[in-house]
Nanobody, 124 residues
Framework: VQLQASGGGLVQAWGSLRLACAVS????????MGWFRQAPGKERKFVAG????????NYADSVKGRFTTSRDGFKNTMYLQMNSLKPEDTAVYSC??????????????????WGQGTLVTVSS
């Protein structure tokens, strides 16, 4: 399974970006997919997750009300719509797909499949 993240870039504070994560190369063994981010010098943190089968999302408190994750089964693509961006949202954003041992959306060490990451920079 391969994941390809795209859509990062430079945006001003309060602006918006939409990230995409294309899934290819096989059938996922889990319905759990997630978005994580890692700011410079900091550990990777959970941002959002989605159940691929039923579309139910969940979010980190820091992005609730600003970010929305969704998926398109026909395109095999997961999205992260980011609105009202803040400078503290600056990070490399990565998408991840779960496997048979993935039970928690927010536990990065449970995800076996990762995209390469895309940089989001929010200027003040």
């Amino acid at each position: 399974v391969q994941l390809q993240a795209s859509g990062g870039g430079l945006v001003q504070a309060w602006g918006s970006l939409r990230l995409a994560c294309a899934v290819s190369g096989g059938t996922l063994s889990s319905d759990i997919m997630g978005w994580f981010r890692q700011a410079p010098g900091k550990e990777r943190k959970f941002v959002a997750g989605i159940n691929w089968r039923n579309g139910i999302p969940n979010y980190a408190d820091s992005v609730k009300g600003r970010f929305t994750t969704s998926r398109d089964g026909f395109k095999n693509t997961m999205y992260l719509q980011m609105n009202s961006l803040k400078p503290e949202d600056t990070a490399v954003y990565s998408c991840a797909a779960g496997g048979v041992y993935t039970h928690n959306y927010d536990m990065d060490n449970e995800y076996p499949y990762w995209g390469q990451g895309t940089l989001v920079t929010v200027s003040s």
